[in-house]
Structures are given as C-alpha cells and as structure tokens.
C-alpha cells in the first residue's frame, strides 16, 4: 500500500460530513452581537415609537399649536386633552409631539454636523502628524478647557436664537472630544502596510484620509455619533430650560420644561412632567444603543 493510499482526504475519511460552513463576516458578526444585546432591543424599539410618536402623531392628533386660547388655560388630564393644556391654553400631548420634533431635528442634524467636522479635523492631525498635529490639537486642547455650555451660551445670546442657528451653534461645539478620538485612529491607522503601499504608489494626503484613514475608522465614528445626539439632545434642552432656546410659539422639550416648572409649585404638574420623561426615555434608548454598538464593532467580542 502506498503512502498516497494511506493518506486519506477528509471527505473519504467522514463521507457523511457536513463541508466546512463558510466564515461570517464582520458585519454579520457584528450584527449578532447587537442583538444579542437585550437593552439595545429596547432602546431601538423605544426610539422608534418616539419618532413616530413626534412625528406622525400630529397627522392622527390635530391640536393648535399656534394660537394661545386662555380659555383652556391650566386644564388638568381629561376627556379631549388627555395630558391636560397649559398656561397659553395650548394641549401639552399636541405640544409634547410638535417639541419633540424639534429636539430630535436638532440633537439628529447637530451630531451629524460634529461627527463629520471631528472625524475630518482628527483624521488630517493623525495623518499628517508633526507640527501640523501639534497645532491643530493645541486649538482641540484650548477650546476644551472651556465649558462646553458657557460657548453655547456666549453664540446664542449674541443672536436671535433659531433651529438653524442652534444646530449649528450645538455642532460646532461639539466636535471637539470627535477630534480627538479619531486623531488617535489615524495615528494607528497611518504606519499600516495597506496605507503605506498607497503612498509608494503615488497616492495623495487626501486619497489617504478620506479612503483609508476615516473608512476604518467607522466603529468608532459610529458609536462616537450615537452619544453625540444624546449629548446634543440634552444641550439643546439646557439652552432651552435657561430661555435661550427656540422662540415662541415654537418649543422643544427643553422649553416645555421651562414654561412649566412654574406651574410645578402651583401643582399644575402635567406641564412638566411628560417632557421630562420624554427626555429620559430618548437618552436613555440612544445610551443603550451606543453601548451595543461599542460591543458591536468591538474587535475581540467579534471573534468570539
């Protein structure tokens, strides 16, 4: 017999076994993780029943939002306003709907803007290093040292506050600890072999950034987005409780909870407390999906 015949494939050996299965990808790796992660469940379908709730509620819950009717001021929760009206008459569950949409637009458009300004500034100091890392990052360092409420504060008291202007004001505050995260990816992710054949084939700075350094940065742009619109979420209902937020007869949660916590002391206490709840349950639903998605990208728990 010879060695040939004694060596026997694997298929010979067991007829009867299943071929090897094909390896999961990273994404379906990923994705398992997230879902085997109970309280990112909740916070999903949470945030999915308040964005419907904000946002297609009105076309089921009609109220005026517009007009001030004092004869319905103060009302309490009954038959016609299920969460009762406040001071200017207006229903607080209508209300409630119209202010959350603005306080998602807000926290949603401001973190896309912050994630996208940190991501690029981070990913060109990383790339480049040196004196134009040293620069860039003593700028990130300097604007950190100030609070990031008391620059809030300074723009919006200087300017008629608007959805546009909060946004904006919110982002460009905001990117500042993206900056740093994504510095610290591209410094990593500058001295790999795959970005260094790139450049010894003529590839630029800017192909190395916008194709290599910020891609591969993806987990944790993504988790760092979902805490921003928390963040943002809660910033824009700081500048709101403090009377610098949207002007009437506009509101957010934040400025519902302002207007109400007067009433409060007079124990008109639905004008306060549906907000506040409604804030809790949004940053607390994007909490537990920011940490899923930390697990999710996270390399070692892929490869379990």
């Not at 904006?168 to 505050?173: D, E, G, N, P």
């Amino acid at each position: 017999m010879t060695a040939a015949s004694q060596t026997a494939t694997p298929e010979a050996q067991a007829p009867g076994a299943l071929p090897a299965s094909k390896p999961r990808s990273m994404f379906m790796r990923g994705l398992e993780v997230f879902l085997d992660n109970k309280l990112a469940l909740v916070g999903m379908t949470l945030l999915v029943l308040i964005f419907g709730f904000c946002f297609l509620g009105p076309f089921f819950y009609h109220t005026d939002q517009i007009h001030v009717n004092l004869a319905n001021e103060n009302l309490p929760p009954g038959p016609g306003h299920p969460l009762g009206t406040d001071a200017n008459g207006y229903d607080v569950l209508g209300r409630l709907m119209v202010a959350g949409q603005i306080s998602l637009e807000v926290g949603l458009a401001a973190a896309i803007i912050a994630t996208g300004v940190g991501t690029l500034w981070g990913a060109v100091a990383g790339y480049f290093g040196g004196i134009t890392d040293a620069v860039m990052m003593r700028l990130v360092d300097a604007l950190l040292a100030i609070p990031t409420l008391f620059l809030a504060l300074v723009v919006v008291s200087m300017f008629p506050p608007t959805e546009i202007e909060i946004i904006l004001v919110i982002a460009l505050t905001s990117w500042l600890t993206t900056s740093r995260l994504i510095r610290g990816e591209a410094l990593s992710l500058r001295v790999r072999d795959y970005v260094q054949a790139m450049r010894v084939m003529g590839g630029g700075s800017a192909r190395a950034v916008f194709r290599h350094i910020a891609p591969n940065s993806v987990g944790t742009i993504i988790v760092n987005a979902t805490f921003q619109v928390a963040d943002a979420i809660l910033l824009v209902v700081a500048l709101s409780y403090l009377g610098l937020g949207i002007r009437p007869p506009q509101t957010d949660w934040g400025g519902m909870l302002n207007q109400g916590l007067d009433a409060v002391y007079d124990g008109y206490w639905w004008q306060i407390f549906p907000a506040g709840i409604a804030i809790i349950l949004v940053v607390i639903a994007i909490n537990f999906i920011g940490d899923a998605l930390r697990d999710a990208f996270e390399v070692r728990l892929q490869r379990r």
